[in-house]
């Protein structure tokens, strides 16, 4: 018989890889800024003004310092 939570849980979307700068950071909980501006949370170390990958609300790593650039299609 096949694990229903298995099955259900294959339909959903895993979590965007999303990348920003932190901005704050308040008992290791950081608020980081998106390129469009929005803001996140998420737990972990790093310092302000850093680069960070973030999924799920936790940090996978630091991202390089590279220009943003948005291009319309």
């Known amino acids: 018989m096949p694990n229903l939570l298995k099955q259900f849980k294959s339909l959903l979307p895993d979590s965007p890889l999303l990348v920003g700068e932190v901005l704050s950071i308040s008992n290791n ?20 003004g850093q680069r960070l990958f973030v999924r799920g609300g936790m940090i ?13 299609i």
């Open 29 to 48: 909980i950081l608020t980081i800024e998106l390129p469009d501006g929005a803001l996140i949370t998420a737990k972990g170390d790093a310092t302000v």
């Open 60 to 72: 996978e790593g630091q991202a390089p310092a590279l220009a943003y650039v948005e291009v319309d």
